[in-house]
């Protein structure tokens, strides 16, 4: 989904009347970038940066990622992905499990198990049943493919640790938040809750 930077704006316009505690976060950063940026990655490329990102700090994700791609030749490609030797993955930091799961999903792409390429054409919940299907694919990857690849605007990703922390933090709560409660929190924000956790994340940066 392609959403212009003027509509953007209205949408987060919205959200500061809907909660006025976005207010500080929203005026120290830029206009939030979700469905706004084509993504240069195909979706499998997406997916498997995902899955690399899974419970690590992006820095570590990103160094790991760049040398995935230096392995698979230039470019990660399901046929490529298939073919490497699981000691070669974790050569490059990727974990057994972790590699377990990319390999899966480069077979799952091979026989049409997955419709990778056409991913854009379904909905969240077919998406989201698809891919976790997938031995070691979990509701986080799925949020994240849908926010950053697809553009998705109402994701709510509530099983990530940063969101319930930036939303803490913007509300200066003392105690941690459970996700089902911030799950509740998060309806008055539909059908844009993909940006408020854009915010969240934001305000985690902001020191």
């Given at each position: 989904?392609?959403?212009?930077?003027?509509?953007?704006?209205?949408?987060?316009?919205?959200?500061?009347?809907?909660?006025?505690?976005?207010?500080?976060?929203?005026?120290?950063?830029?206009?939030?970038?979700?469905?706004?940026?084509?993504?240069?990655?195909?979706?499998?490329?997406?997916?498997?940066?995902?899955?690399?990102?899974?419970?690590?700090?992006?820095?570590?994700?990103?160094?790991?990622?760049?040398?995935?791609?230096?392995?698979?030749?230039?470019k990660i490609t399901p046929a490529r992905i298939v073919k490497l030797r699981?000691?070669?993955?974790?050569?490059?930091?990727?974990?057994?499990?972790?590699?377990?799961?990319?390999?899966?999903?480069?077979?799952?792409?091979?026989?049409?198990?997955?419709?990778?390429?056409?991913?854009?054409?379904?909905?969240?919940?077919?998406?989201?049943?698809?891919?976790?299907?997938?031995?070691?694919?979990?509701?986080?990857?799925?949020?994240?493919?849908?926010?950053?690849?697809?553009?998705?605007?109402?994701?709510?990703?509530?099983?990530?640790?940063?969101?319930?922390?930036?939303?803490?933090?913007?509300?200066?709560?003392?105690?941690?938040?459970?996700?089902?409660?911030?799950?509740?929190?998060?309806?008055?924000?539909?059908?844009?809750?993909?940006?408020?956790?854009?915010?969240?994340?934001?305000?985690?940066?902001?020191?």
């Open positions: 989904m392609s959403i212009s930077a003027t509509r953007m704006k209205r949408v987060v316009s919205e959200i500061r009347a809907t909660d006025p505690k976005f207010a500080p976060i929203i005026d120290a950063h830029p206009l939030c970038t979700i469905g706004r940026n084509d993504s240069k990655e195909s979706h499998f490329e997406s997916l498997v940066s995902a899955i690399i990102s899974q419970q690590l700090a992006m820095k570590a994700a990103d160094t790991i990622h760049g040398r995935l791609i230096a392995l698979s030749g230039g699981q000691e070669d993955l974790r050569g490059v930091g990727v974990s057994g499990a972790k590699a377990k799961t990319i390999q899966g999903l480069g077979r799952a792409a091979l026989n049409g198990e997955v419709a990778v390429n056409e991913l854009h054409l379904v909905d969240d919940e077919t998406i989201a049943k698809q891919l976790t299907s997938l031995w070691g694919i979990g509701p986080w990857t799925v949020d994240m493919f849908l926010m950053f690849q697809l553009g998705r605007l109402d994701i709510w990703p509530i099983g990530d640790l940063g969101v319930r922390r930036g939303w803490e933090k913007i509300h200066r709560l003392k105690e941690e938040i459970e996700p089902r409660k911030l799950q509740l929190r998060g309806e008055k924000f539909r059908p844009h809750r993909s940006i408020v956790a854009w915010y969240c994340w934001r305000a985690i940066e902001n020191k």
